[in-house]
């Protein structure tokens, strides 16, 4: 089946507000983001048969506001050293998105929801001088080590079917979040 999706050159500008303060080693910040809607036209083809399966459904696609906060400390070390720790909180706004009526299923759009979730952030880098006395002589040579890692907590943020359908029910399920590490290095000059 060939799918095709078209906004017909619909675009939305989103805007973010936001504040940081900066008090000595610590930063707080506080963002909002207005959530856009538009609208989407679907078209299907099955290219073996040239058979149209869908002629155009127009749908509604939503991206969800999102009021985020944080904060960063990052104390003063001597020797050329850093070190920096971090966390977010987003409350997105994912209830806000409401599932479009699609064709051939018989069941109302409100009884599919999606529950607004809090998504967490956090990370930590630290700077380390290295070979200081050989990176002195020349420019461009390694003179520092940065490891890092991160840690980001992720809602569920999938549709799930709240009516009497057992069918549907098992179709939609209610999801998990997801739980992501990173790790990483780099080497600076």
Not at 34 to 41: E, K, M
Not at 43 to 57: F, K, L, M, Q, W
Not at 138 to 165: C, I, K, M, T, W
């Amino acid at each position: 089946m060939v799918v095709r999706f078209n906004s017909n050159g619909d675009t939305r500008v989103a805007g973010t507000l936001g504040a940081l303060v900066k008090a000595r080693e610590l930063s707080y910040g506080l963002a909002f983001r207005l959530g856009r809607l538009w609208r989407a036209r679907r078209t299907a083809i099955d290219p073996s048969t040239s058979r149209v399966i869908d002629e155009g459904t127009t749908f509604d696609v939503r991206s969800p506001s999102v009021l985020s906060s944080g904060i960063a400390w990052q104390p003063e070390l001597r020797r050329a050293q850093s070190f920096l720790l971090s966390a977010q909180l987003d409350r997105v706004f994912l209830g806000g998105i409401e599932a479009s009526p699609a064709i051939g299923i018989p069941f109302p759009a409100s009884d599919y929801r999606m529950k607004s979730a809090f998504e967490f952030r956090a990370g930590g880098e630290v700077t380390i001088p290295v070979l200081g006395r050989w990176a002195s002589h020349g420019a461009g040579r390694p003179n520092r080590l940065q490891p890092r890692a991160g840690f980001h907590h992720q809602p569920a943020g999938s549709f799930v079917y709240e009516g009497p359908d057992p069918v549907q029910q098992g179709l939609f399920p209610p999801a998990g979040a997801r739980n992501l590490v990173s790790i990483g290095t780099s080497i600076g000059g």
